[in-house]
């Protein structure tokens, strides 16, 4: 295909900026990881959580390094410029969707341990009535945090890498920005920090499968939006559904349950088809009025 000459500078300048932020990732995690590995760990609280909040905003700086020196422009930390209602709903619906389908399939059939987290005496609703205090408690105690944790991967991974990935003509550009980010994870799955199945390198290779899957539902957010608010939100919703609600109501690790698992996995793709179902056209148009083509979201 042949392109204008204007496009052909876009597309170029775009790959520049994608090798600067790739290039940076390793450099910066470097110093931030060993310090974890080190004084980090259930025997170190507080400073675990300093060094994860310092990992999770690696994106976000290394976008910011690649930008230099058009920062802010690109990342999409504006309010939604399009579809703002559709994208925050879906924000909502899509990880609790994922959550209730993979850990209540689980839990009907037997597949994984269920036991109903502590209620109110007063609070009379049956199972999912519970599950819903449960939530309601998790959000109202950790969705802060979770978002503030969230926005920096966000920033870096929907409001920067997939935006390049399609201004620099590359190939299933929300694949390769899926598949990228399941790697950034991956050393902390294997050396047993992240949660995972019984089996890790089966729990590799499904948990890559339903991270890449909800990346594309994030990047369909963040693209038809022209924000990385809503896939912000999506993200840190999915994080308090998962690691409190749901799996704080399950009582071992199984194959089936947990971002490494097979349920999950399937359901995260379902949700993701359907996501891309009611955004796609915006997706492929590029964003609000074209912006990705144009460089300016």
């Not at 976008?63 to 230099?68: E, G, T």
């Not at 598949?179 to 590799?204: E, Q, T």
């Not at 194959?255 to 492929?284: D, F, K, M, N, Q």
């Amino acid at each position: 295909m042949t392109f204008p000459p204007g496009r052909i500078r876009a597309i170029q300048a775009a790959r520049r900026a994608l090798a600067r932020f790739l290039i940076a990732i390793p450099f910066l995690v470097a110093v931030p990881l060993a310090l974890r590995f080190r004084w980090g760990g259930p025997a170190h609280p507080a400073t675990d959580f300093a060094y994860t909040v310092v990992l999770e905003w690696i994106p976000a700086l290394a976008a910011v390094i690649a930008l230099l020196p058009n920062f802010p422009g690109g990342l999409g930390l504006g309010p939604p410029r399009s579809r703002g209602v559709t994208t925050f709903a879906l924000a909502v619906l899509g990880p609790l969707a994922v959550a209730v389908i993979s850990y209540g399939i689980a839990w009907a059939a037997e597949l994984a341990p269920f036991r109903l987290p502590p209620a109110p005496a007063w609070f009379g609703a049956g199972t999912w009535g519970v599950m819903l205090h449960s939530i309601a408690f998790h959000l109202r105690r950790g969705l802060a945090g979770w978002l503030l944790l969230a926005l920096g991967e966000e920033i870096g991974w929907r409001g920067f890498l997939v935006v390049q990935l399609k201004r620099a003509d590359t190939p299933l550009p929300l694949l390769a920005c899926g598949l990228i980010w399941s790697a950034w994870h991956w050393p902390g799955l294997l050396i047993g920090s992240y949660p995972a199945g019984p089996d890790r390198m089966i729990s590799l290779v499904v948990f890559t499968v339903t991270l890449t899957s909800f990346s594309y539902s994030l990047a369909a957010l963040r693209i038809a939006s022209g924000s990385v608010w809503p896939a912000t939100l999506a993200h840190a919703l999915w994080n308090s559904f998962f690691f409190d609600s749901f799996e704080g109501a399950t009582l071992a690790s199984t194959p089936w349950t947990r971002e490494s698992g097979v349920l999950t996995a399937v359901a995260s793709i379902v949700v993701a088809v359907l996501t891309l179902a009611v955004l796609g056209p915006a997706v492929r148009s590029g964003g609000p009025g074209g912006s990705l083509r144009r460089g300016s979201s």
